[in-house]
């Protein structure tokens, strides 16, 4: 296991955040520990201000304007003062069109997550698809197994590319910063990068250099996967927060996001 | 606020989608119940909606309905509020519901599981 439960809250902290490391990138971070950046619906009319509320919408930080919001009212999550609850029911946010398009025409992205499941079991936690539901430009999801699981695809037109971690690095209950790269202009050998609380679990080539498509991305969810109504797989348990960013960042400011992620260093 | 959750059968969704938007904030409450994803011991198809509502949204789900200002289907509505049994188990032909539980200690009570199989490839 490598889901040591180290406390993680996944606020700002002192150490770099997305911020301070993607500067002028776009890229958006949602953070449900921010209760100011919260509302009980998805048209922003109602603020959350206690915690078991829904959370219909969060504003996320950055340069991208980004939102996640859920326009149904049986499928938001709740708010937990450090965290939304997804129930594995049928909670999920959509991504607006401006995190979605941070992944439009990218040389690289960078994702990152920090979550609790509730159990090990097969689960989505945040994606984005290109031109239709079952066409992801990135997914990470956890399988039954334990194991990290990242789809992919650069140009449209490819297939999807799946890559597994080893089983058992998520545990149930435990909390998990995830960072995770996709560098599509420099390919190479570890081209695809995922860490889980700062150890690499996943690292791979990608096959081909360049942009992603110049598509619009048809749909983003977090919490939830890119296909059905509701999707399937759901995220049961926490989600504290989650973000994605225009570049992939280097290792060494992939340990910077993750100790950030963590709470933060002196 | 207290957790709702219920579990549809497939044959109800849209008069329970319609019970959801008589009750519910908006047209958009109408998608409340989606497709029958999870399924009891001799599989039979539901659809499931889990959320929580304060006292007064659980009075209104047993009370009297009205129509609200976007269009509705009181007839259908008012079907599926027959069909309402809080603390039963999933079975055909009425929907269950458990109420001030938590979504894993529902769905044990339902006697629900998801239909596709673990990992089952969805993207």
Known sequence: MLGFGLGLRGGSGASPGPAAIFGATSYADLMFADMGRLWQDSAAASPVTAQGQPVGLVSGLGSAGGQALQATASQRPTWQGSHAEFDGVDDYLDLNAAVRDITRNASGLTLWTVFRPASVAFMALIGVSTTGATTPRVLLQVLSTGALRLSYRREDGDGSTVVDSASGVVGAGLDHAVVLTLDFASGGSEALRVWLNGMPVISAAISGTGNTSDTAAARGRVGGSLSGAPPTPLTAGRIYRCGLARRACSAAEAQLLTTSLQGGIA | ?123
């Open chain 2, 1 to 123: 606020m207290i957790r709702v959750t219920m579990a549809c059968p497939e044959a109800l969704v849209e008069d329970a989608n319609q019970l959801a938007l008589c009750l519910g904030y908006g047209p958009q409450d109408a998608q409340t119940f989606g497709a029958a994803l999870w399924q009891d011991a001799t599989g039979n198809r539901y659809a499931l909606s889990s959320a929580v509502q304060d006292e007064a949204g659980l009075a209104r789900l047993q009370g009297a309905l009205s129509a609200p200002a976007w269009d509705c289907d009181l007839a259908a509505a008012g079907r599926a509020q027959g069909a309402l049994r809080m603390g039963f188990a999933a079975a055909p032909g009425l929907i269950a519901a458990q109420v001030g539980v938590s979504p894993a200690a529902a769905l044990a009570a339902l006697g629900v599981t998801p239909a596709e199989p673990a990992d089952g490839g969805q993207v």
